[in-house]
């Protein structure tokens, strides 16, 4: 059983900051892209950033410039730091790992990371 394991979340204020963990000790880490998506009351779960094997970085247009995506393959952990903080990116925060292999791909995902921004 995989398990992503997210810390970090809470209550900021807005322009605040927050800094998300996500750890595993269940998958070669370095092989997978690893990923953070979020979930707003009454919205889709939607891609906030990746990183790939390779270091690559993707963002959503709506955090390019306020959030940074960073993975550490020795601490097998990935990071998302997101900076002035904005009561619309109030969600549950969630950790994602994929790669292919053998035709397939294979996906995982956290239990979700709650984050409130409001005065």
């Known amino acids: 059983q995989v398990q992503l394991v997210e810390s970090g979340g809470g209550l900021v204020q807005p322009g605040g900051s927050l800094r998300l963990s996500c750890t595993t000790s269940?998958?070669?880490?370095?092989?997978?892209?690893m990923g953070w998506y979020r979930q707003a009351p009454g919205r889709q779960r939607e891609l906030v950033a990746t990183i790939t094997a390779g270091g690559m970085t993707i963002y959503a247009d709506s955090v390019k410039g306020q959030f940074t995506v960073s993975r550490d393959n020795v601490r097998n952990t990935v990071y998302l730091e997101m900076n002035s903080l904005k009561p619309e990116d109030t969600a549950v925060y969630y950790c994602?790992?994929?790669?292919?292999?053998?035709?397939?791909?294979?996906?995982?995902w956290g239990q979700g990371t709650q984050v409130t921004v409001s005065p």
């Open positions: 994602y790992a994929s790669r292919a292999f053998l035709k397939r791909t294979l996906e995982y």
């Open positions: 269940d998958l070669i880490f370095a092989a997978y892209t």
